[in-house]
């Protein structure tokens, strides 16, 4: 086989097989394929598309390239959790302790931030003491014995992925729902979770900015995990705005930590409960409503905050920052950001303000950057909100007087303010099952 005919193929517009795929992916992995090769492929199919089989394919070929995670050492039923990427989305920090409360084995392996994205592993490392990367045995252990479990990512999960995704950021080709179902779901079959819940993010901050192709990636996701065997569902969920009120490693446990007490953003709240009521329903075969009842008690009673506790305590860290959060690691300086006019606000752009909030240090622009955890933006108003002049809008933290001054120009870019308010959207547009 030679992957010149297999670039021949896919330019012409035709299917590959199984083994031509299998092909590309491991001979790619292991050096064997040239880069140049590589990106050639990855455009034919970019332009002229893959099929449901072939997707189906190409996401079993990845998963196989490096571990695939057996997670049979665990008694009961495994769940996991995905988003596709959004600013202020902390959910998983709410939504795995809700399932683990209920008994659901929360085994799960969590990246960290990329671009505007935050990630799940930064915003734990913000607490004092709590280590990401725990081996494999005292992973299942962990599980086995308090439910949950939440570690970054193992070096060797789906490193297909990792080469292609590199490749693909550089070359243009990322938009494409077969590639990016396939990555995404690559890593969620090798993590080995029977049951996945995903939240498909859509609107200004995330990689589908409509209804429509949001629709077509969490189909073609759901299709290829039914096909691997697992449970499936996906929420389609607004990211138009941020999600909840904190922007920022630390700032954003304090806003799980107030969830977890029942307490704080509506929306935010409310996007928890209905992601932890469809991983209990699809885990449990429960009828949603009954799940979502469950899940809402263990927000009300307090359990859920307990495992988050159990949780953090397992890995080491200073669970005395979940009973105070104003322990949690704060930023020297601040500035507010105020309104200068009257109306409502029209927007508010997700992605510049998770851009401003990588400015004030709370992610990187560099892969060797370091992360300031205190640093972020608090939104005191949001899409529909009416201000008067003089208004605090948000307010913005960072270890240095610089950095505020630059994110400040960005984030004042972010949002608009006008004299009629706008109709505001659904948070959860649809789940498919
Ligand atoms: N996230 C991924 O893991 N892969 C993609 O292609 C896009 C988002």
Not at 91 to 102: E, K, Q, R
């Amino acid at each position: 086989m030679r992957i010149y005919d297999i670039i021949a193929k896919k330019r012409d517009g035709q299917k590959l097989t199984k083994e031509e795929i299998d092909f590309f992916v491991q001979e790619y992995t292991k050096d064997n394929i040239e880069d140049y090769q590589a990106s050639a492929l990855l455009m034919a199919t970019f332009i002229n598309g893959m099929d449901e089989e072939e997707t189906v394919n190409l996401t079993e070929s990845m998963a196989r390239s490096g571990d695939m995670l057996d997670l049979s050492p665990i008694d009961g039923i495994t769940a996991d959790k995905h988003s596709t990427g959004g600013v202020g989305d902390k959910t998983s920090l709410v939504v795995a302790p809700i399932c683990a409360s209920l008994g659901v084995k929360m085994a799960k392996m969590s990246g960290r931030g990329l671009g505007h994205t935050g990630g799940t592993i930064d915003k734990l490392e913000s607490i004092e003491g709590y280590n990401t990367s725990i081996d494999t045995d005292a992973f299942f252990k962990q599980v086995n014995e308090i439910g949950i479990a939440l570690i970054g990512q193992t070096g060797n999960l789906a490193p297909a992925d990792k080469k292609i995704y590199a490749l693909r950021d550089v070359t243009a080709t990322v938009g494409n729902i077969s590639l990016i179902a396939s990555s995404i779901m690559s890593k969620k079959i090798a993590a080995g979770a029977k049951n996945i819940v995903l939240d498909v993010k859509c609107g200004s901050g995330a990689f589908m900015k409509d209804e429509e192709s949001a629709t077509q990636l969490a189909e073609t996701m759901v299709k290829i995990g039914k096909k691997c065997g697992r449970n499936m569902a996906a929420v389609i969920t607004n990211m138009d705005i941020p999600l909840g009120a904190n922007v920022g490693n630390a700032l954003e446990i304090k806003e799980v930590v107030d969830i977890l007490n029942n307490k704080g953003d509506e929306q935010l709240r409310e996007l928890c409960l209905v992601l932890s009521a469809t991983i209990l329903s699809i885990s449990y075969n429960w009828n949603y409503k009954e799940a979502y009842k469950k899940a809402e008690n263990a927000l009300v009673d307090g359990s859920a905050l307990n495992k988050l506790k159990e949780l953090v305590s397992a890995q080491g860290g200073n669970a005395d920052m979940i009973d105070n959060p104003d322990l949690l690691p704060e930023c020297k300086k601040s500035l507010e950001i105020l309104a200068h006019e009257n109306g409502y606000i029209q927007s508010i752009d997700s992605k510049i303000v998770g851009d401003s909030a990588v400015l004030l240090g709370a992610g990187r622009e560099k892969k060797s950057d370091t992360i300031d955890y205190g640093a972020g933006i608090v939104l005191y108003k949001k899409t529909c909100d009416e201000v008067k002049i003089g208004d605090t809008i948000a307010i913005l933290y960072a270890e240095d007087d610089k950095r505020l001054k630059n994110a400040e120009k960005l984030f004042n870019t972010s949002f608009k303010i006008g004299k009629e308010k706008p109709e505001m959207k659904p948070l959860i547009y649809k789940t498919i099952m």
